[in-house]
């Protein structure tokens, strides 16, 4: 079996969501092995940190928090779709329509973003005609390699298509590395009872 880490590295200096020095974790170390018998840290951190995932309740009042999101729509068959070559900002219907996309799959697109600890306020996003796609193929999550999954949206259409229809979104994931193709995920959030939480993802092949 080959697997793929994913996920970014949590650290104090990582990139942010536009930049904000309250996204991005504290890491405080409690005791060493110097003073003591054992390393101990405490993580202050963000729900939205890194490579994390959204629960319909970050943007729904009524919606599940992630504690009671059901895990197989966390791992499980996936599709990468490389939207690389596309020329628009947003991801559209039209650029997602030839993609072998089947019910329940786990959706990632893999774009031109990059992961640089300097917020990219340009990054490329999926717009609310792909969003609507996506939900009509009755998919069991959606991922995107930039921190956000929408922009200049002011009523966050993508997030509320997504999550109206019961399908979290993965974001902060590092697929440059990642080919297009069909694959299993894995990345299991934390349960708690929260709008949103850090994940470890990889990608699978057996």
Known sequence: MIINDISLKITESM???KDKD???PKIEV???LKRGNANESRLHIDAHTGTHVDAPFHFLQDGKKIDAVALNRFLGECIVVDLTKIKNPG???KDLVKAKIREKDIVL???LNEYKKTFDFNFVYLAESGAKF???KKVNAVGINALGIERDQPEHDTHKILLGNGI???EGLELSKIKQGRYFFIGLPLKIKN???PIRAVLARF
Do not use: H, N, V
């Open 195 to 197: 709008d949103a939480s």
């Open 134 to 136: 996506l939900a009509s």
């Open 15 to 17: 990139g942010a969501w």
């Open 91 to 93: 991801i559209e219907k």
């Open 109 to 111: 697109l893999k774009t």
């Open 22 to 24: 309250s996204k991005r």
């Open 30 to 32: 409690t005791s060493t």
């Open 168 to 170: 979290p979104i993965i």
